[in-house]
């Protein structure tokens, strides 16, 4: 059974630093691409951050430059290194994982919703104050 467990949040000041990690329980027959979704206080969640199984990253526009996402697939680890954090990037931060592609990321992160990935974590809170 996949199970996807974020960790890390909390509430920073902006230009501060965070890193999410997530432990993820995925079968070792199967391939994923992961994904980091944001949900903003009153808006849909939304990618902004994925890895292929080898190692090929996407980013939201917004967050180039400021956050890096990372795999360990020995360890089964997921991570977000969000530096320069601003107050927009608020918001509650989940963990996706998909096999249908078996282990790409296919299509325009933001054009992503929830129906594109089939396993999802409980999230963690990221706040970003002014």
């Known amino acids: 059974q996949v199970q996807l467990v974020e960790s890390g949040g909390g509430s920073v000041q902006a230009g501060g630093s965070l890193r999410l990690s997530c432990a993820a329980s995925?079968?070792?027959?199967?391939?994923?691409?992961l994904a980091w979704f944001r949900q903003a206080p009153g808006k849909e969640r939304r990618a902004v951050a994925s890895i292929d199984i080898d190692g090929g990253t996407t980013y939201k526009d917004s967050v180039k430059g400021r956050f890096t996402i990372y795999r360990d697939n020995a360890k089964s680890t997921l991570s977000l290194q969000m530096d320069n954090l601003k107050p927009e990037d608020t918001g509650m931060y989940y963990c996706?994982?998909?096999?249908?592609?078996?282990?790409?990321?296919?299509?325009?992160?933001?054009?992503?919703?929830?129906?594109?990935?089939?396993?999802w974590g409980q999230g963690t809170q990221v706040t970003v104050s002014s």
């Open positions: 995925l079968s070792t027959s199967r391939k994923y691409c």
């Open positions: 996706a994982a998909d096999d249908g592609g078996i282990g790409y990321c296919f299509g325009a992160l933001d054009l992503w919703d929830d129906s594109d990935f089939r396993y």
